[in-house]
């Protein structure tokens, strides 16, 4: 992320601090609490309430500006969701990858429905980085065919775009979902729907580099 003055104007620490936390949190399975003894060690008074601040002001902005220097996706898309508690509730995180397990696109949804799948749809139509997708692998959920079938008449999607119900397709999403459960868990929950989305978009982003789907950035390397 390229460091501005405007984009870190009040904040009293260093901005190379400030994205390390950051990155550190939406990286790696650790907490604001571990972070904060983190900077202790490092002789930086550091509260965990600060990092949490950090988090929902830059981990959108790293998302925002990581997106059009990603590498275009494949033509055969994988969607699935996987469950995130927010608060006492359960909420849904729709993702979509491609064959070679590259995500595309992602949305926190309160709701597991047509509404939502065709949402889902909108928003990964919109992505700079996709290629018009061929086929669109999801399993057996009954929303699927009527958000498909209505996006199709809607001309979100292409006419020759074909709905594959198969589940041993969904494979390499699922694996994909492992990495982001695990930074949940290491979170605990989340308190509110919308600090929820603001961090998921740094995690997501994130992995996205970890993959090197980033232009010109291996896997391995920091921001």
């Known amino acids: 992320m390229k460091q501005t003055k405007s984009s870190f104007k009040w904040r009293h620490f260093e901005p190379t601090v400030i994205l390390l936390c950051v990155r550190w949190y939406c990286r790696y399975q650790l907490s604001y609490r571990d972070l904060e003894e983190m900077m202790s060690e490092r002789g930086l008074s550091v509260d965990h309430t600060t990092v949490w601040r950090w988090v929902q002001r830059y981990a959108p902005e790293i998302n925002k500006r990581m997106r059009p220097h990603l590498k275009m996706s494949g033509t055969s898309y994988r969607l699935d969701e996987t469950y995130e508690k927010v608060g006492t509730e359960w909420k849904y995180l729709y993702r979509a990858v491609d064959s070679a397990g590259d995500t ?19 928003k990964l139509m919109r992505a700079d980085h996709r290629r018009l997708p061929f086929t669109i692998g999801t ?85």
Not at 104 to 118: G, N, P, Q, T
């Open 104 to 122: 595309i696109e992602f949305m926190l949804s309160a709701k597991r429905d047509v509404s939502a799948a065709k949402r889902f749809f909108r």
């Open 139 to 223: 399993d057996k959920h009954a929303s699927y065919p009527e958000a498909f079938a209505a996006s199709v008449k809607e001309k979100v999607l292409t006419f020759d775009c074909t709905l594959r119900r198969v589940k041993y397709l969904n494979n390499v999403i699922e694996q994909d979902h492992r990495a982001i459960r695990k930074r949940w868990r290491a979170a605990q929950c989340f308190r509110s729907f919308h600090t929820a989305e603001r961090a998921i978009e740094g995690i997501e982003s994130m992995h996205m580099m970890r993959k090197g789907q980033v232009k010109r950035l291996g896997g391995r390397d920091a921001m």
